[in-house]
């Protein structure tokens, strides 16, 4: 309990202590001038005193003031109680779909559909007559593709030669399409792997950042889900970090890999490589090689002698010389195709990042020219997305919108 004291308390208190002083010396006889009183007066009033500070019960109680209590509220009735609403059913998230391998062919050529398709469709679209002047625009419209001049005039005089038989715009594409995918059906040769050929080996050729390492670690995946045992041969000894880079991709596909210190001999690691694909008795044996300038000679001397030296471990080694080819170059993929064909026969071609680029229709150009078949084409970053290549969903994907 708290109680309340004022100042005069405390000197009352003090008195208090004083007379019992007082008391004590008169008794004693310390003071002898105090015998004129009797020493209980003195005891009398350090009682009184000190009583005074005391809190007696209806007297001076000295209790604080009780603070007023606030009047209680009166009880608010409660609202009644709503009836619990049920918990609305959390939905699984949607994992979306994966995009099939038609889906992606569509997606990765749409670039190519408005930089090739559309210019020539434009042509047919400003006139519904197939007459002189259409015909001389169409010309100089295919000439200004990625195509090439010689595979411009081909599908030019494919049309001009059935131009009586088109009265519309669309029988006029239709009579593109038909011919380009003439062009493509004659270049279709998916890469199968021969039955008894063990280790089938692939010697991947194309310049620098054409996209070869990526592609060579996309065929790995893919010929390991057919089943197939892969080990890998880093060639390319010549570009910083290129050894690394492939051996990483090697070990995220679960591929072999064999590799050389940097600026060693490639054939010496391609010859390296073809013993253990021979001792480890792997399927198949993929080498990178450099890629430096198709207009260096010495590049290309060095890998003819990388295929003689493979010929010779192995005969008819290797079995299948890829060219990978970059489809935003445009037509300078038709000159590097006949440089690295005129060293090395080659034997597929591999076409890749068609999905970021709008000249796309070189392919068209190249299948013209070259009697080499057509492998695989690349049309986006995942491993799934080098799709072996087939003319009849190439050209459907292409023109689509028509």
């Known amino acids: 309990m708290k109680y309340r004291f004022r100042a005069y308390d405390y000197l009352v208190y003090l008195s208090s202590y004083v007379f019992f002083y007082l008391f004590v010396a008169d008794i004693q006889g310390i003071i002898p001038e105090l015998a004129a009183l009797p020493s209980w007066v003195y005891l009398v009033a350090a009682i009184v005193c000190n009583a005074w500070v005391l809190p007696i019960p209806g007297i001076h109680p000295r209790r604080l003031p009780e603070i007023e209590q606030a009047p209680e509220a009166e009880e608010i009735e409660a609202p009644p109680k709503r009836e619990a609403l049920p918990e609305p059913a959390v939905k699984p998230v949607e994992k979306k779909p994966v995009p099939s391998s038609k889906e992606k062919l569509e997606k990765g050529l749409s670039k190519t559909h408005k930089g090739f398709i559309d210019r020539i469709s434009s042509v047919f679209r400003k ?15 295919l000439v200004g593709t990625d195509i090439g001049v010689r595979t411009a005039y081909t599908i030019f005089e494919y049309v001009q030669k059935n131009s009586d038989r088109i009265s519309s715009p669309e029988q006029a594409m239709d009579a593109i399409k038909t011919e380009v995918g003439s062009i493509l059906k004659n270049r279709e040769a998916p890469l199968a792997i021969p039955e008894g050929t ?27 889900s057919q089943g197939k045992s892969v080990i890998i041969a880093s060639g390319d000894t010549f570009r910083a970090a290129a050894i690394e880079q ?5 070990q995220k596909v679960g591929a072999d890999f064999v590799k050389s210190q940097e600026g060693a001999d490639p054939s010496a690691v391609a010859f390296d490589g073809l013993q253990a694909a021979i001792a480890r008795n792997h399927d198949v044996l993929i ?10 000679e010495n590049l290309m001397e060095e890998l003819k002698k990388t295929k003689r030296v493979l010929d010779k471990k192995m005969e008819g080694a290797p079995h299948e010389i890829l060219l990978v080819l970059d489809a935003t170059i445009g037509q300078n993929a038709i000159e590097q195709t006949r440089q690295f064909n005129n ?15 709008s000249k796309g229709g070189v392919i068209v150009g190249i299948a013209n020219e070259f009697e080499i078949p057509i492998r695989y084409i690349g049309v986006g970053e995942d491993m799934d997305d080098l799709q072996p290549f087939v003319a009849e969903n190439f050209v459907n994907a292409l023109f689509l919108d028509n």
């Open 127 to 141: 006139s519904n007559t197939i007459d002189a002047s259409l015909l001389n625009e169409l010309e100089e419209t």
């Open 198 to 224: 063990k280790p089938f080996v692939i010697m991947v050729t194309g310049v620098n950042g054409s996209g070869k390492t990526t592609t060579i670690a996309k065929i790995a995946h893919l010929l390991k």
């Open 246 to 250: 492939l051996e990483h991709w090697a």
């Open 287 to 296: 080498i990178d090689t450099a890629g430096r300038l198709h207009t260096k």
């Open 343 to 357: 060293a090395l026969q080659i034997t597929g071609i591999a076409m890749t990042k068609l999905d970021g680029s």
